[in-house]
């Protein structure tokens, strides 16, 4: 009778009612195509800071993505699909290898993969506060790139990523001036490397 009851619900409200957390974050993910937006990262290895950045990037999904440093050093990473382009300025030299391979625990490879696998891929939770929300997941599997993520949305908007990957390093990502699904070039997500840098393939 229960089963019924739930099933009229679902019928007579809205379908968010009747989704999963899974699927619910899965719509949010599937709804951003392409995003826009400054972060600040900071990266630590068990307590110990290993690194503090801040940049811009963009995202087109799927498998598309431009994480620009801008502090305190300059490297950009442009990932077009194919290929994972890192282009430490300072050092004059670019790194280029396929992106499946390259990318290993970053929010990049994240925000611009999981189309339609979160829930086969993840255990997921989520508490709403208001406005927000806060999904956690748990990997299902130990070989999955990402152990424990958080991402907290905002309405719409996604504006906190936290990632735990195999090697138990934490990375935290907080993002403003969010734009969602902004009409962005194609140029972004490509790259050639300039004249006079070292490239190395791997």
Known sequence: MKKLVT?????????????????????????????SANFNQVVKAGKREVSETSGVMALSR???????????MEQLVVADSNRLWVY??????????????????TAGLFLSGYDNTVTRDFEVSADANGKKTSYDLKAKSPKENFQKVKLIFNGDKLTNIELFDQLG???????????????????????????????VEQ
């Open 7 to 35: 099933a009229a619900l679902c019928l007579l409200v809205n379908t968010a009612f009747c989704q999963s957390a899974g699927e619910e974050l899965q719509a949010k993910l599937n709804a951003l195509r392409t995003m």
């Open 62 to 72: 799927p498998g598309k993505f431009r994480w620009e440093t801008k502090d305190p």
């Open 169 to 199: 390093q934490h990375t935290s990502v907080q993002l403003s001036n969010i734009k969602n699904n902004p009409s962005l070039s194609a140029s972004l997500f490509q790259f050639k490397p300039p004249k006079g840098v070292d490239v």
């Open 88 to 105: 430490d300025v300072d050092l004059e030299q670019v790194t280029v290898k396929k992106q499946q391979n390259g990318l290993g625990g």
